[in-house]
């Protein structure tokens, strides 16, 4: 069976996350995105775990709520201030992770995602030992990431580093960016939202399609080790320059900058302030290779633009939590399920039965590959823009466009 997951989230015990960070609200929320699977986030919190505990045990290592599933996973914060996923077998080996690090740990009961003081060999060793999955997480971002820290997975990981089994991107990245680093080519790449809100802009906005026997903890780690014909199929994402620190920028005036330039100015913007090295700037640092090669088993790596965000755009407003973009989303998940089904399989004649005519326009926009993105930088989100002239909008669609960003959905 094929399966979407989104595999990073955080529950509204950890910092600067939505209070409807519950688990009620996310297994409500993730069908409408399209999404099978999600990942708990923070599963070391009491609190949290506790509330995990409400839903129905499928397996041990496994959770359901409304039909969504969870699977155990946490993020934590590990010297040089990197981010670790991990993905846990059963509840067991979350209390026995949980005492092996608590006498390094100083806020293991008050963050859902816990700061430890060890390196990310010595975590791996314990998540080897209680065969727990271990990757960094979102492994280009300018702070708390792999490469932020080191240069190279073996750095990271010392002697553990071939225990790593997984990469995740992070929003500023795709395959096509990681796969310019040679060391990455054996990991899985996975693709997640790390949203801190269940709202349809953050919630599912990257998500991973797996081949699977079934949806459990057991069937996601064969596909994300890539056994028994279990296997990743599809990578979906925002389009990179969506991402906070796609390029390299200031962090208060958000001037952009190219590496030569930030690197004259000893990353000094004019204004003064520090110009933040961008994820594409730093893979281009890492790169082994000027184009990505890819290995035999990436799968195909898809960009979606979040369906609230087209209609932010179509309907005028300036955000997309207002009550206008809720109810433009909500008439289309009603009438055609999920956001997925929105975005990309629907028949356009049906859509615009359904929704206001700018809307309609511009679905078929996104279809058509013609929204355009000002790249992020400096910790602002890219911004997109919908084409500007009526004609350009009335122009048949590319065939070719289609097949390139609609094949496998
Ligand atoms: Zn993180
Ligand atoms: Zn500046």
């Not at 929003?171 to 310019?180: E, N, R």
């Not at 939202?193 to 079934?214: A, I, M």
């Not at 002239?389 to 094949?407: A, R």
Request: aromatic content about 8%; overall charge negative; glycine content about 6%.
């Amino acid at each position: 069976m094929i399966i979407n997951a989104d595999l990073h989230i955080h529950s509204r015990f950890s910092g600067a996350t939505s209070d409807k960070m519950n688990i009620q609200t996310i297994s409500l929320e993730a069908p409408k995105k399209g999404i099978n699977v999600v990942a708990t986030g923070d599963c070391l919190h009491s609190g949290w775990l506790k509330e995990i505990s409400q839903c129905n045990v499928i397996d041990e290592g496994t959770f359901e709520l409304n039909g969504t599933r969870f699977i155990l996973n946490t993020e934590i914060e590990a010297e040089k201030r990197v981010h670790h996923l991990l993905y846990f077998p059963n509840i067991t080996s979350v209390w026995d992770f949980k005492e092996k690090i608590k006498s390094k740990s100083k806020n293991l009961e008050t963050d859902g995602r816990p700061n430890v003081s060890m390196s990310g060999e010595e975590i791996a060793q314990i998540c080897k030992d209680l065969e727990i999955l271990i990757g960094p997480a979102h492994a280009f971002t300018p702070y708390t990431s792999m490469y932020a820290a080191f240069d190279s997975l073996e750095e990271c990981y010392g002697s553990l580093a071939d225990y790593v089994s997984f990469v995740e991107l992070g929003l500023s990245a795709d395959s096509d960016f990681a796969d310019k680093i040679k060391e990455l080519h054996r990991l899985t790449f996975l693709t997640n939202s790390d949203c801190h809100s269940p709202h349809p802009v953050r919630l599912g906005r990257e998500f991973n399609r797996f081949e699977v026997e079934d949806a459990t903890f057991q069937q996601i780690k064969k596909a994300i080790l890539r056994i028994d014909g279990c296997k990743p199929v599809l990578n979906v994402g925002l389009p990179p320059q969506e991402g906070k620190y796609h390029e390299s920028a200031c962090m208060k005036c958000y001037t952009h900058y190219s590496l030569e330039e930030a690197k004259r100015r000893r990353w000094r913007c004019r204004c003064g302030r520090k110009i933040k090295k961008g994820v594409k700037d730093r893979i281009t640092e890492q790169s082994d290779f000027t184009q990505p090669i890819h290995p035999g088993h990436r799968p195909k790596y898809i960009h979606l633009i979040p369906l609230p965000e087209i209609i932010t755009k179509a309907v005028g407003q300036r955000n997309p939590f207002t009550q206008t973009v809720n109810k433009r989303w909500n008439e289309l998940i009603d009438a055609f399920g999920d956001e997925i089904s929105v975005l990309i399989d629907v028949d356009i004649g049906d859509i615009s039965r359904v929704t206001v005519p700018a809307v309609t326009e511009a679905i078929q926009a996104f279809r058509q590959n013609k929204i355009l993105i000002r790249p992020g930088g400096g910790g602002e989100y890219g911004k997109i823009e919908l084409p500007q002239t009526e004609q350009d909008l009335e122009l048949p669609p590319n065939p070719e466009d289609i097949q390139t960003s609609l094949v496998d959905f």
